[in-house]
């Protein structure tokens, strides 16, 4: 597949996209967003693809929504575009693991989208924030959410009020990030992550996502039920058969996927 501001490439079972503007330090405008949606739909109803990982370049991950896109849009067409809704709706949506591996500036919409993967692995470059408020407006894609979740109130509210952008090792430390690696290392390191991931039974992976998440949008007593639930289905898959007597024989489990 090809596209006009993203490079897409399969690396066996491990998808990886990168965001190519350049020029623009990868703002997020709405051929991004398109872009996006076509390649994450397109890993998500492959079977052959059980990882991605969503990169951008030293520089900058993403700087933020595009700006210049947004300038000259009035109030009423942010309201009837539902603006930003289509990130919800077509990448956070994706049900199958994708990592977000972050060199230089994430800031604004593009902390927002590394926040949307399931985990962040952090160049020792990377820096992270919510600059919003100096251009008069607020996160859109999430960021007062999923970040106040990720490094709790504090910083996150010094973070959206003064947007002060935050290292990765206080992104470390805070939590926003899983690991830290020097940015000579982050593609190699996240891809060799996610072929860890794709060696994984596929539906166990979809499971374990879904009931990571589920720790953020429901009650510790739902969220229990529903990682029960969850857990009880794994159980009738070929693959847990497969993956236990695979333990029992001292040996590597081959995995169907179902
Ligand atoms: C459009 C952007 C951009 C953005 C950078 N550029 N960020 N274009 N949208 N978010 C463009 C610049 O205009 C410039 O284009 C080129 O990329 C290089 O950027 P420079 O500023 O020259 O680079 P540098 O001096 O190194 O500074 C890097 C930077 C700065 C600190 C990251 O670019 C910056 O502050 N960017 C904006 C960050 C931001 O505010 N993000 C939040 C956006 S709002 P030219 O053509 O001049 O070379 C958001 C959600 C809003 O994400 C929700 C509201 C509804």
Same mark, same amino acid.
């Given at each position: 597949m090809s596209f006009e501001t993203i490079l897409v490439e399969q690396r066996?079972?491990?998808?990886?996209?990168?965001?190519? %503007?350049?020029?623009? =330090?990868?703002? =997020?405008?709405?051929?991004?967003?398109?872009?996006?949606?076509? $390649?994450? $739909?397109?890993?998500?109803?492959?079977?052959?693809?059980?990882? *991605?990982?969503?990169? #951008? /370049?030293?520089? !900058?991950?993403?700087? @933020?929504?595009?700006?210049?896109?947004?300038? /000259?849009?009035? &109030?009423?067409d942010f309201f009837l575009e539902d603006f930003f809704s289509g990130w919800q709706k077509n990448v956070v949506a994706t049900r199958k693991p994708w990592i977000a591996a972050v060199a230089g500036f994430a800031l604004g919409g593009g902390c927002e989208l590394a926040m949307m993967a399931d985990f962040i692995i952090a160049a020792d470059t990377a820096k992270f924030g919510q600059p919003e408020i100096k251009l008069g407006v607020a996160p859109g894609m999430g960021g007062s959410q999923r970040l106040t979740k990720a490094v709790g109130k504090?910083?996150? +509210?010094? +973070?959206?009020?003064? @947007?002060?952008?935050? #290292? &990765?090792?206080? !992104?470390?430390?805070? @939590? *926003?990030? /899983?690991r830290i690696v020097p940015a000579a290392d982050l593609l190699e390191d996240a891809l060799k992550t996610a072929a860890a991931i794709a060696a994984m039974p596929p539906m166990a992976t979809m499971v374990n996502k879904e009931m990571v998440n589920l720790?953020?949008?429901? #009650? =510790?007593?739902?969220?229990?039920?529903?990682?029960? %639930?969850?857990?009880?289905?794994?159980?009738?898959?070929?693959? %847990?058969?497969? @993956?236990?007597?695979?333990?029992?024989?001292?040996?590597? #489990?081959?995995?169907?996927? %179902?």
């Open positions: 066996d079972a491990v998808t990886l996209v990168t965001l190519n %503007r350049p020029q623009a =330090l990868n703002a =997020l405008n709405t051929q991004v967003l398109a872009d996006l949606s076509a $390649a994450f $739909a397109a890993y998500d109803a492959d079977p052959s693809q059980l990882c *991605l990982v969503l990169t #951008g /370049s030293e520089k !900058a991950f993403a700087a @933020g929504a595009d700006i210049k896109e947004m300038a /000259s849009k009035a &109030a009423a504090a910083k996150a +509210m010094e +973070m959206c009020l003064t @947007g002060r952008m935050m #290292g &990765a090792e206080e !992104a470390e430390r805070s @939590g *926003l990030v /899983s720790a953020f949008e429901t #009650g =510790l007593e739902q969220g229990l039920l529903n990682e029960r %639930r969850l857990f009880q289905l794994l159980t009738a898959t070929e693959d %847990r058969v497969e @993956g236990m007597k695979a333990f029992v024989e001292k040996r590597p #489990g081959v995995w169907k996927g %179902r």
